[in-house]
């Protein structure tokens, strides 16, 4: 299993952070083999990304588009995971594929059929350590050190025996989550993390604790962050 803590970088801002994510991005893109498995995650800071990466001239024929988690609501909701990365990269690019969580039917349903396109992806039902369900994770951190829809205090944070979980309770909707199991098996594992708000949650998460810190992936992590979130706004930044 990997680090946690991983390795961190620190950028000047908000837009460097989307620039720098976006290579990022690329570099794996054009170095993996088809198909390659990249999964988006929700948040303004990630959002940036997307806009930057849809003007990017990607191999994107080649890519296969999941997601981390999503809010129990039609996929034209405003509050939709998937409209958002719709709206900033989906209508701009040509992927693969692309497999946004099902919101129809009941949320236990939902989760069953993504974990089967999951499965059906990845040409089993049980995860190999050397062969990682995802080639790239986009992940980003809460206030309060929740990552993916793995929020504070809830039951989902101890399923270890499914890919995908309902998250009944903790937000204003219901939500459906991949589980510590599915966002671990990842060569790359994206943290991206932006404003001062994030300071403390950075910190702990790095630590090992808060649920993004009890994340144990099988591959690299690397913390991408901008200079407010590292607290190193008067001491300026670097690599």
């Known amino acids: 299993m990997g680090d946690i803590a991983g390795t961190m970088e620190v950028v000047a801002d908000a837009q460097a952070l989307a620039e720098r994510a976006a290579d990022i991005v690329a570099g794996r893109m054009a170095a993996a083999p088809a198909p390659f498995r990249l999964v988006l995650a929700g948040g303004s800071t990630p959002r940036h990304t997307y806009e ?3 003007g990017r001239g990607l191999k994107w024929d080649c890519t296969e588009i999941f997601f981390g988690d999503e809010r129990f609501v039609p996929p034209d909701d405003p509050q939709s995971n998937y409209r958002m990365a719709r709206e ?24 069953d059929r993504y974990a089967e396109i999951l499965r059906q992806q990845y ?5 190999e350590p050397a062969v990682p369900l995802f080639h790239l994770t986009i992940l980003g951190l809460g206030d309060d050190g929740h990552t993916a829809s793995l929020l504070p205090g809830q039951p989902v944070l101890g399923v270890r025996d499914r890919w995908v979980a309902v998250v009944p309770e903790g937000r204003e909707n219901q939500r459906i989550t991949l ?12 943290f991206l993390v932006s404003g001062a708000a994030k300071r403390d949650a950075l910190a702990q998460a790095r630590g090992g604790s808060l649920p993004a810190g009890a994340l144990k992936p099988r591959g690299e992590v690397l913390w991408l962050v901008d200079a407010a979130a590292a607290g190193q706004d008067d001491e300026g930044y670097g690599f």
């Open 123 to 127: 040409g089993s039902s049980e995860l």
């Open 52 to 54: 930057v990466l849809a």
């Open 88 to 111: 900033a990269l989906l209508n701009h690019v040509g992927p693969r594929g692309v497999f946004p969580i099902p919101t129809d039917g009941t949320p236990q349903s939902a989760a």
């Open 179 to 190: 589980t510590y199991p599915a966002l671990e098996s990842s060569a790359l594992t994206l």
